[in-house]
């Protein structure tokens, strides 16, 4: 079993920012992509970003790729996303997931991963 902890959310005003982690542990396969969405009241869980195993591939939402970076430490385990710029719409509790495996094929899938963490709340407050 592998479990997923997040950090970071809190309370900001607009135009602020903050750094999400999140720190994996359990039996995690020896490669693996890593990705964050997040959930607003009332909505569907959507995609935010994505990173590969090697980081050398990432991937954003359209409307979050100039603001949002996603980066990864493997002798960590930890993942993490630097959001600059926030705006009230980026409300939302925030999850990251682990997909077992090198692909990349498809991260910006929800139902892809094959695990998930608890969630942490991001408020901007305007």
């Known amino acids: 079993q592998v479990q997923l902890v997040e950090s970071g959310g809190g309370l900001v005003q607009s135009g602020g920012s903050l750094r999400l982690s999140c720190a994996a542990s359990?039996?995690?396969?020896?490669?693996?992509?890593m990705g964050w969405f997040r959930q607003a009241p009332g909505k569907e869980r959507e995609f935010v970003a994505a990173i590969s195993w090697s980081g050398g591939r990432t991937y954003a939402a359209d409307s979050m790729k100039a603001r949002f970076t996603i980066s990864r430490d493997n002798a960590k385990n930890t993942v993490y996303l630097q959001m600059n710029s926030l705006k009230p719409e980026d409300t939302a509790v925030y999850y990251c997931?682990?997909?077992?495996?090198?692909?990349?094929?498809?991260?910006?899938?929800?139902?892809?991963?094959?695990?998930w963490g608890q969630g942490t709340q991001v408020t901007v407050s305007s």
């Open positions: 997931a682990l997909r077992n495996g090198y692909s990349t094929y498809g991260l910006n899938e929800r139902g892809s991963y094959n695990y």
């Open positions: 359990g039996r995690t396969s020896s490669g693996y992509a």
